[in-house]
Every structure is written in C-alpha cells, then in structure tokens.
C-alpha cells in the first residue's frame, strides 16, 4: 500500500471525453461511469491491465493513452469475440449465419445446446444477441442458460460493431486479449491494474463461477501482492446493494486503501423496488482528476 490513509472523495465526470461502446449488453459494463473512472486513472505506466474485462468497456477506451493494453477474463469465448473483432470480420459473418429469427424459440434452444455442446466465440455471439436482454448468464460450469429474448442481430447491431471495430483496430498492435483465472494473468511490471470483478453483493449472470467470500478473499490476498509489486492498482465495486456489503471492499478499506465514491444509479433497472448502491472506487494511491493525453 503506497498510502496509509483512506479518504472520502467525489469523482467528477470529465466532460469533455468521447467513449466507444463495445457491441455487447454486459452486466456490469463501464460505459456510463467512464467519465469518472478515467480521470482516476494512473497514466504513469507503460502498461494498463483490465483483469476482469468483461464485455471489455474499459480496456477499449483507455487504448489510446498506454502503450500496452492487457485484457483478460475467465469466460474464453468472451475473450475470443474481442480477439476476433479486434484481428479481422470473418466473426461477424459466423455470427450472422447462426442467427435464429426473433420468433424461432426452438431454433434459439438449439443453437444454445449446441453451443453447450461445442463452445466457439460466433456461437456465444449468437446466443448474445438472441437471449434475454442480450445478457450472457453462465451457470456453475460455464454452460450458457439464458432464456430467449425475442431479438436477433439487427442493422443498429451491424452500426454498433463497425464503430467499435475501426476504433480498436487503430491499437491492434498495443493490446494483448488473455483468458484465465486472475491469479494467472502475467502482469507485466510496473503496470496500472484495472480490477472489476463479480459483486459478491450483487446478481449477475456470470455470478455462479464467482465463489463470493472464497474468491473475494483469494483476490484480496492477490491485489496486496499486486501492491507489493509496486503497481497501481484500481477495484471497482459495490460497497452497499441493497443492504448487503462486499467482503473485497470491507477487507481493502480496512487495508486502508483509498476509498472515491462514483455517481450511478441502479435503480432504474431494479424489478424489486428501490436499492440502495453506493459504486466505488478504490486504489492504493491517491488519484487525482488526470487528463490522459492519446499516444
Ligand atoms: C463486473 S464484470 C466486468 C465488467 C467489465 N468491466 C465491463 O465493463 O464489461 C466481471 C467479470 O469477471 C469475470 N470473471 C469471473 N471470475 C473470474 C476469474 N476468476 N478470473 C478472471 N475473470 C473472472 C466475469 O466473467 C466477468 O466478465
């Protein structure tokens, strides 16, 4: 820990920063708290790593101001999508092959099977853009069991990939797409880590490979390694949801790691009535409000 002393901050959005989103519907995506998270950033590295890059918001937006981009996650073909969008098109028309019609549920629940069957990255593509709320849900053992959602690729799906391919494309040469557990990520020296992993406090469809207090602890024991090793290091979280805390965030305060509020608002999408969230971010350094400049 590079500073003893936790603090209590507002992040103040940037306004003047432009974002790409990444043409997936990811629980737990970056996109709207962006403006905040950026600014708070260590641009001081060579290197940037988002350990737990998800549908890849925040890798993808912060490529233009580190000369090396590290992005990993558990889910492969996840990865293997990003890999894919970010080499060459040929996913994009696999992709579209696969497609079921938005009334083909019998068409959906096969392409599901078979995707269970023979994982590849066109197929969880497919099954991204057909199923419910175009929210990837994985049970235990990494088996796609999200009901149908009555939706299929469409032409704004065809806008949304094209945007986001010329824009990553532009650092082809700068990022490195991983899929692992964290604990194997290789994590070069002196790098700015990015860390975002499932809430424990919170339901998300890839919360069952998550083994909440087992895993929120083995990755505590393995960000104060991080913290040895001298890199700045950022965990996103949620302190309070809905009157449940987080065992991660508890055990880095109590570390006395430094503690920024972010604004958002979960609300809006809750089914059960109003939550109560509180977004943070926490770093063992002080972040300041940077301008990263593009290299
Ligand atoms: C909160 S989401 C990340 C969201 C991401 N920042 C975004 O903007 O889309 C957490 C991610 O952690 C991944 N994950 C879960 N267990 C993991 C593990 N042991 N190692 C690496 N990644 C893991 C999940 O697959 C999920 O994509």
């Not at 403006?35 to 998800?54: A, S």
């Not at 692992?180 to 880590?193: C, L």
């Not at 390694?225 to 065992?247: R, T």
């Amino acid at each position: 820990m590079n500073q003893n002393q936790a603090t209590l901050a507002l992040s103040e959005p940037a306004p003047t920063m432009e974002f790409i989103k990444p043409p997936f519907n990811f629980t737990g995506c970056k996109t709207t708290l962006l403006p905040q998270l950026l600014p708070l950033f260590n641009y001081q590295h060579e290197t940037f790593v988002d350990l737990f890059t998800g549908g890849g918001s925040v890798w993808c937006n912060v490529a233009p101001y580190f000369r090396k981009v590290l992005a990993n996650d558990i889910i492969a073909d996840l990865i293997g999508i990003q890999r894919e969008l970010l080499e060459r098109d040929d996913i994009i028309a696999a992709t579209k092959a696969l497609c079921v019609s938005k009334q083909d549920k019998e068409g959906y629940h096969r392409r599901r099977d078979d995707y269970n069957a023979n994982p590849s990255p066109a197929g969880l593509f497919m099954l991204m853009q057909s199923c419910n709320n175009n929210m990837l849900r994985l049970n235990a053992h990494f088996r796609f069991n999200q009901t149908f959602g009555r939706r299929s690729w469409n032409p704004q799906t065809d806008i949304k990939v094209a945007r986001y391919t010329e824009h990553i494309r532009k650092f082809r040469d700068r990022v490195t797409l991983t899929s692992g557990d964290f604990q194997q990520a290789q994590i070069p020296a002196n790098s700015m880590v990015y860390i975002d992993p499932p809430y424990s406090a919170t339901e998300a469809g890839y919360n069952a490979i998550w083994k909440k207090s087992l895993d929120d602890r083995r990755l505590f024991e393995h960000v104060e390694l991080l913290d040895q090793q001298g890199h700045s290091v950022a965990v996103s979280g949620v302190s309070l949801h809905n009157g449940k805390e987080c065992l991660l965030l508890n055990l880095l305060m109590e570390a006395g790691w430094t503690v920024t509020k972010l604004q958002h608002d979960y609300n809006g999408v809750s089914k059960v009535g109003i939550k109560q969230t509180q977004e943070v971010l926490l770093t063992n350094y002080f972040p300041g409000n940077a301008t990263p400049l593009a290299i």
